[in-house]
Every structure is written in C-alpha cells, then in structure tokens.
C-alpha cells in the first residue's frame, strides 16, 4: 500500500487496508526518510525523553518531525493504584454501565418482582461479564487499536500492562461474573451471561476482520443482557423478554453505523471490514430498515402485558422521528446527516423506555383498579357509604 492516496489520507508503507474502492491513483511524495540523520543534532533529547514520559504517541500518520519521539522508549509500570482506573478503561466501563442498565430495564419490566438480591446479583454480574468480554477484545485487537484515532489511547495500545495480565483480569473478571449470575441469579442468567462473553471476545472480535456480518452478531450479542435481567427476576424467557431484546437489537444498527460512517477513515486503516467501508448505501439501508422494523414492534409491545396500551401511540411518535433522521441518511448519506442520526439514538432509549415506565406504571394502576371492582369492594364500599349517610323525616 507504499504511495496510494487514500480518500481520507495518506496510506503509508506497511498499513494494511481492507477496500481497495478507496483509493485513487494519485502519486503521493514518499516520506523522507533522512530526516532524522541530517537533524539530530537539533534534537532536544531530554525535552523529547519528557513528552515520552506524558504519553507515547503511536499515531501512524505523524508527521516527520512528530515521529521522532517514537524511537526513543522506555519501560511503564503500572502503579497499584492505578490499576483500578486501568482495570475501568480495560473494561470500557462506560459502555459496561449502558449494558448494566438495559439488564436492569429488563429486570424492572418483567411483571414478576424479582428479589433484591437477583437486583444486586444482575448488575454485579453482568458487570464483571461485560467486562471481561471488552477486555479481552481489547487485548487482541490492540495492534490494530493503534492504527485508529478513537482507539489508539487506550490501555493495550499504551502496554500500560502486559497482555497476559490483560487476559488475566479478562478471565478473572468473565469467571466470578458467571458465578455471582449464578449464585445469586439463576442457571438461566448465568448461561446468558457466559454466552455473551463468547460470542462477544471470541466470535464477533474474530469475525470483525474478515466479513460484515459481525455487525449482526454485534448486535445479537448487544440484545442479550435484557433477557439476562428479565431472567434474573423470573427465571423465565417469554415474549416480553423477546420485545425488550428486540428494541435494542434494531436500535444498534442505526446507532452503530451512523457512528461508524463518519470514523470509517479509521475502520479502513485498521483493516475492519465494516459496512460503512465496504458498502457505504448498505450501511445506509440497513440503518433505515432496522430503524423502520422499531414502529411495529413497539406498537405490540402492550399486547405482551409489561405496558399500558397508551405506549404505542407514544412509541410511534418517537420511532417516527427516528425513522425520518434514518431516510434523510439514506437518502444523503454525509457526515452531517449520520452525526444527526447518531447524536439522537442516544436519547432514543432513555425516551423509549421512559415511555415504557410510565405505561407500566399506569397499568399497573388500571390493572389493580379493575381487581378491586371484580372482587365487588367498590359495591361493598359504596352500599356502606348509602348507608351512613342520615336520613331525613
């Protein structure tokens, strides 16, 4: 790939590359490679030894000048306590919480109320698995982590540790994740759990290199900690399990690959085959399907009994939004349309599923309130209010 002008930037020698669809053949001037002979004599060493110590920069497209630092390294270890803060960028621990809390979502909605120790269990455990899965997919794809802008200051990419004890944690983490669902949680759960780890770190991490279909095991796997909360409070998958599973599947492919459209500079560089690569209108397409197929499904979701019939009138305006933000990318796909789409899927399911509380709520409601009436308490109330009330001569 020595000399090709990529659409988005140089390719330089050595960076592999997944889309040849990219490039043009425009020569591009080969780096000088003299340049740190005929200059090193202006190089402040110790100044240089000092910004190495503040960060080591790997950004493969540095400048000449930037890229001298690279050859001079020396040894990090990581304090004790420091770990902690690298174990939470290990794990992705803002993308753990969001994983945490649609486990939670699917904890709350299920009609049976679930123990406090099943509450305390699910979110400890899927914590700890959810972890152990982003950990160890960061530490096999560190080499190409460092290829990409939004990845390359991340933990394995630094050698902040070392990758055995990367894996460690991971396998520490993914096994006392699984027995805590277990223990605390069900069978159920607890296989959920550990299907998550393997199908997140040793499928979909694997898979991401050679074919776009991990954009849907991506997604399966993304779909499964509702289910692993409804579990926890029932022991038990039905349909309201599935409905729930099913807002956050179709959810991630708008999500993603908005996100993915305006970053697949990066994807490119790093070798990932995506669809925002390989074929820009498909990644457009099946954003605008998924996003379509959320109108039927929450329309339905009150015949599962976990929302009031209300939510689907509210549910469709919402989906509707999402799905006109969705045909405007398709329709002109550029990084303006695909930061509109992405900025609001991520406050399309803390407003979904606040719709989702209040129906639930107000069902609950209506639901006692009709209890109260079939067992003849309001007749019994009312024929004792008649009678209290004094008469007249």
């Given at each position: ?38 200059h ?15 960060d ?14 690279s ?24 993308l753990?919480?969001l ?17 406090w ?25 560190a ?51 550990a299907?998550?780890?393997?199908l ?45 599973c ?10 993603f690959?908005?996100?993915?459209y ?12 995506m ?15 998924n ?23 509210y ?5 509707a939004y ?6 405007n ?29 209040i129906?639930y709520?107000f069902?609950e ?29």
């Amino acid at each position: 790939s020595s000399g090709i002008n990529a659409e988005y930037g140089v390719v330089t020698r050595g960076q592999p590359t997944c889309c040849c669809l990219l490039f043009s053949t425009k020569p591009v001037k080969k780096p000088d490679i003299t340049y740190r002979a005929r200059h090193h004599h202006d190089i402040n060493i110790s100044k240089i030894l000092k910004q190495i110590k503040e960060d080591v920069k790997v950004n493969p497209e540095q400048s000449a000048k930037e890229s001298l630092t690279s050859i001079y390294w020396e040894e990090r270890t990581a304090k004790p306590r420091q770990l902690i803060g690298i174990y939470l960028q290990l794990s992705k621990s803002r993308l753990t919480t969001l994983v945490v809390l649609t486990a939670l979502a699917g904890f709350a909605f299920n009609p049976v109320s679930g123990s406090w120790a099943a509450l305390a269990g699910v979110s400890t455990g899927t914590f700890l698995c959810s972890g152990a899965a982003n950990a160890c997919n960061q530490v096999m794809e560190a080499p190409f982590d460092a290829q990409m802008d939004r990845c390359k200051q991340r933990v394995m990419v630094r050698h902040l540790i070392t990758p055995l004890h990367g894996i460690t944690f991971s396998a520490v983490a993914g096994s006392l994740g699984t027995l805590v669902l277990y223990h605390m949680c069900n069978p159920l759960t607890a296989a959920l759990g550990a299907a998550n780890i393997l199908l997140y770190a040793g499928v979909y991490t694997t898979m991401k290199r050679y074919t776009i279909a991990n954009t849907w095991l991506g997604s399966i796997v993304g779909a499964i900690p509702p289910a692993m909360g409804w579990a926890a409070a029932s022991g038990t998958l039905n349909t309201g399990a599935l409905a729930m599973c099913g807002i956050i599947y179709f959810w991630q492919f708008p999500h993603f690959n908005a996100l993915s459209y305006n970053i697949r500079q990066d994807y490119c560089r790093a070798g990932y085959h995506m669809m925002s690569v390989v074929d820009v209108g498909l990644n457009a397409r099946v954003s605008l399907r998924n996003t379509a197929a959320l109108i039927p499904l929450c329309a339905v979701i009150p015949f599962t009994g976990i929302s009031h019939c209300s939510f689907s009138f509210y549910s469709i305006l919402v989906n509707a939004y999402f799905t006109y933000l969705a045909w405007n990318f398709y329709r002109t796909p550029d990084k303006q349309t695909a930061r509109e789409l992405f900025r609001f899927s991520l406050v399309y399911l803390p407003i979904l599923f606040g719709f989702l509380a209040i129906g639930y709520a107000f069902k609950e409601r209506t639901g006692s309130d009709a209890r109260h009436h079939q067992e003849g308490a309001y007749m019994q109330e009312l024929f004792v209010s008649s009678t209290d009330q004094p008469t007249t001569s």
